[in-house]
């Protein structure tokens, strides 16, 4: 199933402010993220609980974060891609505490940090990867489907990498690109 993003962003008077930019980014990341979810159900994956359904999201989401990141690397300055980056994990961070505990129900449990603190793992692990948004390669997608994989069930373990690897994450990076180039053209190459 196709995503449907905007990707054509048009110049405000003030332009727009890292902050919704960052909301933008963690909401695409967050329907991409969902999106694989459901194919992967679809693709007869047995999601059962919904830890695992958020599990699974959770490592999309890191995944494309971080190739958000990888993205944006030129087209602004370090700086101000940090706290792009950081922003927009911190909002999925919301959202993912959020969604949880429509699930469960109040508890004391940080859902918030511990989404954080495995997003800052995951960024240190893809960071050894020499991965292109455009072209991530066989070594970092393959890490991904491993990640994806110590969630399911040992019925689809043998074929969950796969689907990850040649499906779900070349089509929510294709989308995420549109994204990013929306509100970070890349420069032109001379001919």
Known sequence: MALRVK????????????ADVATVLASTIWRLSDIAVSN?????????????????????????????DRSAFGRIPDAERAQLIQT?????AEMVANNIREMVGEDDFDYRANFI??????AEDYATFD?????PGFPILRYLGLAVRELMLESDKPWVIDQVMDLQAPEALGTLEKTIDGFYPPARKEA
């Open 7 to 18: 990707t054509v962003w048009f110049k405000n008077a003030g332009g727009r402010s890292a």
């Open 40 to 68: 992967l159900s679809k693709a007869d994956c047995d999601i059962v609980t919904p830890e695992r359904g958020i599990r699974i999201l959770g490592e999309m989401a890191a995944f494309l974060l971080h190739m958000s």
């Open 88 to 92: 927009a994990g911190q909002r999925l």
């Open 117 to 122: 603190d495995m997003l800052n793992r995951r």
């Open 131 to 135: 991965a292109q948004p455009d072209n």
